[in-house]
């Protein structure tokens, strides 16, 4: 029993940090250069099976910047084929690639009430690079390599840095339509934990797009202007970090699952705000460490709500080269 019992906290632990390693908004615009902040609080809620209750507020900033981008195309007639579609297809190559920095910056503040001190205060920051590249096939590669810690305030001296990364390719299917995968990997703390993912975004009818990047969300989205997006949908979340516990530092782990209602309005093409709120539906604490500290809790379900803003800067490499143009193979 006690084997398949870590199974399936082993198996929670890596779908938390995996969680982590996607950002979806921008995997489904292919990275965009921005600035970005956003700020969330998880209501009290019991754990279960102690007397303590459980919060958690958070805030976090994320810079996308531009390192290097190529753009260009070569021009060779073919005439293979003497179908207009065809020879414009065989005799323009677009090449198009482009690499980004990126860097982010947060703090956490959760309660455990059943702990000797039951706030924790920890930190977070992470860089890295992203990257996308147009293939022959005019399918898009796209990747990321993050390097990341994550303490709490008073176990800073003995840091451990993490790393996740992330492969996929991207298939255009038109505007609006298109599907991806990919595997994702993250290093924590000598483990390897490597997971595969697969998503898309289908339209449904003029207003609405059906989104999915599994195992990690599913998302409703309808959008009547240019201004207003809505956003709905069920989405799991979680992360990693060190604490001080009976005098020792041990890892924190939290996953969730949760249900949301977003609204994204764009005032500027370079400024947008979005305000969210939902209910987590399950909550898991992990307190991980030597054989002496190993510990599970479960947090009730509850409410909490999000708000953030992002500043755009330009259009993403894929924009610049496609404005216009629409690829069905």
Known sequence: MSKVFYTINFFLLGFALTAQTFELEQIQQLFRPRLKMDARYIFNSEIKDTSGMFNHGETSLAFTFPIRTKLGAEVKLDL??????????????????QTLGIMRFGGR????????????NTMNASMGMLGVRLTKKYRVMFWSAV???SEQDKTLPNVVPRATAMIGQLHLRGIKKSF?????AVYSDGLLLPAPFFGGSQPIGKKFIFNYTLPVQINLQYKDDRKTLITAG?????????????????NLNYTSVYSFLNLRYK???TFSARAEGGYVLYQNLRYSGDDSYKRVYYPGTGPYVQAGFSVLFGKTVWEKIMDGLTFNK
């Open 147 to 149: 390097a990341n810690i």
């Open 234 to 250: 069920i989405s799991a979340d979680g992360f990693r970090t060190g604490i001080l516990y009976h005098q020792n530092r041990v």
């Open 180 to 184: 991806f995968y990919g595997i994702a």
């Open 109 to 120: 503040q959760t309660t455990i009430g059943f702990d000797s001190v039951p706030v924790k």
């Open 80 to 97: 293979q084929s003497l179908k207009l579609k065809d020879i414009l297809k065989n005799s323009v190559k677009l090449q198009a690639s």
């Open 267 to 269: 005032f500027s093409n």
